[in-house]
């Protein structure tokens, strides 16, 4: 299998690689055409600033491939983040556009920003994603920016107020946590997205 991890310039590319290798698959992180192209599955780690990110991907002409991608892909934090239409991240910035929704500062009032640790992630539909995991199970998450509840929301979690942790719309799937350093449940989830 074709598995493709998309060159973001962040910090997570090498955790994300080395999670799947353990779960036996060898994916490539590349930022060329033709690969993500032909790709079986994406990957779209990110860590960072939204505008630094889609700097990058404008850069490499890849914001109009992604969009067009009819094989399965996961945006993991940032990565998810960035199938929205909008976030007001940085006084506002265009994201790739995929799900008609958009990213916000977390409200949440006294609690401290960024929202890291672990935290329950609740199913709120079944999902291939979820086989062989419980909801209300714990994944880690680092992040100040979330997308409301909405139409794609397939998982929530609360702190402060509940928030999309994972989304999907057709091919395109987005979780705000970190799979590769959420322990067994963040492998099972990823050997999921991997293997359906």
Partial sequence: MNIVIL???CANLLSVKLSIQKLGYN???????????NADKLLIPGVGSSKAIMKQ?????LVNVIKHLLCPVLGI????QLLST????SCGIKM???????????????????H????QVIFCKKHYLFTGIQSKSWFYFNHSYSIAINKYTIAETYYGFYFSSIVQ?????GVQFHPEKSGVVGSRLLLNFLEN
């Fill in 86 to 89: 909008f976030s007001e991240e």
């Fill in 169 to 173: 719309k057709n091919n395109f799937i």
């Fill in 116 to 119: 890291t640790g672990w935290n």
């Fill in 96 to 114: 790739i556009g995929i799900m008609n929704t958009y990213v916000s500062l977390l409200n949440v009032d006294t609690l401290p920003l960024p």
């Fill in 77 to 80: 934090c940032l990565g998810m």
């Fill in 7 to 9: 060159d973001t310039n």
């Fill in 27 to 37: 994916p490539i992180v590349t930022d060329d055409l033709d690969k993500i192209v």
């Fill in 57 to 61: 991907l404008k850069l490499k002409k």
